[in-house]
């Protein structure tokens, strides 16, 4: 199995700034597409940002300009920095990783993490 720790969440005023970081550990052989999703309460869970092996991104259309997924291979590490923050913007954040594992047995499978707190307050 692999480790998801996220990091970076946290309690902000409108207009300001966060950055998460999910960081993945194990026998770890590839990471192919990674990605955040956020739920708000009463909502269900929605893709935020996306970002391929090859680095091409996507972005859900609310989050455009504001937010920049970025990934550090040689870490296993995927970023979110998120700008200019909204109350909208509120919810538990996730990070998913297309992942295959082992050495020798391999198995490919998506992992999610844990999950942080952003909250924006107005």
């Known amino acids: 199995q692999v480790q998801l720790v996220e990091s970076g969440g946290g309690l902000v005023q409108a207009g300001g700034s966060l950055r998460l970081s999910c960081a993945a550990s194990?026998?770890?052989?590839?990471?192919?597409?990674m990605g955040w999703y956020r739920q708000a309460p009463g909502k269900q869970r929605e893709l935020v940002a996306g970002i391929t092996s090859g680095g091409s991104t996507n972005y859900a259309d609310s989050v455009k300009g504001r937010f920049t997924i970025s990934r550090d291979n040689a870490k296993n590490t995927v970023y979110l920095q998120m700008n200019s923050l909204k109350p909208e913007d509120t919810g538990v954040y996730y990070c998913n990783l297309d992942v295959t594992i082992g050495l020798i047995n391999r198995r490919s499978y998506t992992a999610w993490g844990q999950g942080t707190q952003v909250t924006v307050s107005s």
């Open positions: 194990g026998i770890i052989f590839s990471i192919n597409a």
